[in-house]
Structure formats: C-alpha cells, structure tokens
C-alpha cells in the first residue's frame, strides 16, 4: 500500500510531495476503471481530501491556483518500476549525471534477488542454481508482459501520457496514473498529455517506447544479466509478442471467433484507417460492430451505416481539431528561423511540430468550405467500402460452422465483452472533478459504478443528472474551455466542449 500525495518524504525531491483533489480523482478512477476492463493495473483503495490548500499552476502558464491536498490509497503486489534499478546508473558520458547507488553492485543483486523470489517465484525455483539463467528468465517474463501490457492500451484506446522509465513497473502492471486520456476520436498520433511538446509518448508511440524502456533496464541489470543476452531477448520476443496479443485481442473485439486469417491484421489496419479518415469514436464504433450481421437486409443496412456515421466527427468538431495552435507571426517567425538558423531554431520548436501546424491551416482551409451532407456523403462511402470487407470477412466464419445461429450468439457475446460500452474519457471525469471541487462527490461516485461494469448496460444506475446545475460553476483545473456544458449519456459521443478539455 501507498500512500501518494501525503507529504514529504525521504524520497521526496524539491516539490512539497501533495497530491491535489483533480489528479487523485483521476488516479482513483482511472485504476479502477482499468481494473473491470480486465487490464493489470495497481488499484486505488480510498480517495481522502481535505481543506488544506496548495498552490498549483496546472498549465504552466503563469496562473497558478490554490487546490485542495488529497491522498489516494494505492494498492499493488509491488511499486518497484524499471528506474528504481536506474540508481545504479555509471555516469552520462555527457552530462556527468549519475545514479545515486553507482558501483553499488551488492545492492542490485539484493534488488534482483528480492523482486525474482518475491514476484517470480517459478523462474527462482527453476533456476536457483544458474543466476545468469534465472535473471535472463525474469527480463525474458517482464518483456512478455509489458509488450502484453501495452496491446491492452491500444485495444482499448488509452494513452498513458507519460512513460518514462519511472512509469514502467516489474511486474507488468499499468502504474501512476498522471496526464492519461481514453482515445474519443480515433488520431494513431493522439496526444494525451498537454506538455508532451514532441509527442514522444503519442498513442501510436507506446509499443516502441515502452520496448525503449526495457532496453534501459537491460543496461541497468548488467553485470548480473549480460547486455549481450538481454537485448537478444527483447529483440526475440517483444515485438512479437506484442502483434500476437494485439491481434488475438483484435479478433475477439471483431468478433473473429472461429477462424485465425493472414489477413485479419489487413482488416484491422483498414478498419483503424477508415476510423482516421472519418475521425470515428474509437470506442463506440468497436461498440456498434456487434450489432452488424453477415445477412443484414438494405433497409437495416442504412440504418446501421447511420448510426455508425453518427459516431464521427461532425464539421464543427473537425474545426476544432484543426484549430491552428500558433499566431500567425510566431508561425512565421519559426519558419525563417528554421530557414536562417537551424541551430537555434533547433532549441524551441521541431520540423514535425511546424509541419502538423502547416497540416491544421490546410485541414481547417478545405474544411470551410465543406457541408455537413457533403461530410456524411464521404464518410458513409468510406464505411460501406470497409463494410463489404468485413461482411466477406464474417461469411467465411459462418462458412467454418454448423450452426450459423450459434456462432452469432457466441460472436456478439464475446464482442460485447470486449468492446466497452463505458471508458473514463476525460470529460466525464472533468464533470466528476467540478462537482467534487464545488464539494458535491455523488458524480465520483456515480462514475465509478459504471466504470464497474464497463460492458454492461447501467441498469438501475443513475447515468447522469438531468438537470443542468452547471450554470456559474467554478471552471475546473484542467479546462481549457469555458462553455457551458449540457449532460448526456455517458455511452455517447462526447459533447463539442470535451474536444477543448487539456491535461498536462
């Protein structure tokens, strides 16, 4: 058990070491919310505030506020990451930087040591006369698991925001719940995390930098696990144990149940691309695929295209998406100075970076003069095209069975428990964090029981409150707009407002 925002400690750096009310209702309901969809994660047990205050400036901006502390009871087999095993670090050949505990070898052995037999218990038992063979084990396990990890994110769409070495536990868990998000719109290049300036830890990111982690707990190991040995290891295992569970768990979200195709990871490419080029709700298309069928008739086929192309992203939305990010004099400014002096432009902004602002003003120029029919038109056609692949795809289960009816129980079973009807997206834990900060925790509460039963339907539970008590309510710390927001369904496409929401 762990108690994060509880002060100063030993371990504490240069900050005050407190957690506020916004990050630890995210933290509690974020770890749950991954626990009940079946993703190993450490748990949050309780949720505490106070009226002690602290000072936050939650975007870096230069208009800090005042919060209120909170602690969150984190609960998990073990809080060890990937880094803690960095303190034995030899120093940076550039920066001179080093760990805390270098030549302190004793110390990683007794480390090692702990966490295989504590953790691991059926490798130290395998080879507890071949230490070299035991540690080359446990790395190989702690591989598999985090490649295993991370397809999990992907299929549910989520982003964890920052992954440092840090953020990465040994054993495999889903650890320190910061600047996340859920996908709503499908982008590879989504970037959860405000501050994240380069994307370096973007949605399509994660398997490579999550493989760039335990590469540095390779380094960190040796002398105890060779470099030699273990980067063979990762370069065995992860990435294909990652595109294995990655595709087993994409065929069950399609409802692929009988046969294992070549050409299963084509559809599911195709499928994410027409989600892109649509701007689709990752979560709610997945969610509507189950109530397809091989032999859907014309009419019920419109109304099915209908309902799928209701989950992409209207004109309006689109035009925020592509809201240029620059003034229009900085963004020239960084492009002569990206001509003149590659040097300094070097220090504060990336050619990637000019280039997606370049993107948005192209993006946002075709889009003024682009109807909402017009955008339906192109959407449905997208979609009837990748359709008619899935429906060929589907025949040749049917094909592979007996009882054509049986299989379809079976297919929408296993769909609809795969594919989330409730995720946290960030606006409705933004809703949650407003009524609790304005001392009203019902909506925490209220979120919490549907992230429970994330495939369900939420029966006898009270979705949300009709009526709107929102007018004049304190902004939130981590809103970026100040519209006024209507309530709906939390299984639906989020509101216009959600698209302006930052966490950094």
Known sequence: MQLKGAGITPFSRQADGRKVLRSSIREFLCSEAMFHLGIPTTRAGTCVTSDSKVVRDIFYDGNPKNERCTVVLRIASTFIRFGSFEIFKPPDEYTGRKGPSVNRNDIRIQMLDYVISTFYPEIQEAYSDNTIQRNAAFFKEITKRTARLVAEWQCVGFCHGVLNTDNMSIVGLTIDYGPFGFMDRYDPEHICNGSDNTGRYAYNKQPEICKWNLGKLAEALVPELPLEISQLILEEEYDAEFEKHYLQKMRKKLGLIQLELEEDSKLVSELLETMHL??????????????????????????????????????????????????????????????????????????????????????????????????????????????????????????????????????????????????????????????????????????????????????????????????GATAAAAVCSQETRSRQPYCSKPPLWASELCVT
């Open 278 to 471: 649509t701007a689709g709700d990752f979560t709610n298309i997945f969610y509507l695929l189950s109530s397809f069928s091989v032999d859907i008739d014309p009419s019920k086929f419109e109304d099915f295209l209908e309902e799928l192309t209701s989950q992409c992203a209207s004109v309006e939305e689109l035009k925020i998406v592509f809201k240029p990010q620059m003034d229009p004099r900085q963004l020239s400014m960084m492009l002569m100075l990206a001509q003149s002096n590659p040097q300094l432009f070097a220090l504060i902004g990336t050619k990637a970076g000019i280039n997606k602002e370049l993107e948005r003003i192209e993006q946002l120029s075709k889009l003024q003069q682009l109807t909402a029919d017009d955008l339906l038109s192109r959407n449905k056609g997208h979609w009837k095209e990748w359709l008619e692949k899935y429906r060929v795809r589907l025949q040749k289960e049917t094909e592979s069975v007996g009882n054509a009816d049986a299989w379809n129980t079976e297919r929408v079973k296993v769909m609809n428990s795969n594919n989330p009807k409730y995720i946290l997206r960030n606006y409705i834990a933004q809703n949650a964090i407003e009524a609790a900060e304005n001392g009203d925790f019902s909506e925490v509460r209220n979120v919490l029981k549907l992230l429970e039963h994330p495939f369900q339907e939420a029966e006898g539970l009270q979705e949300v409150k009709e009526d709107a008590e929102e007018e």
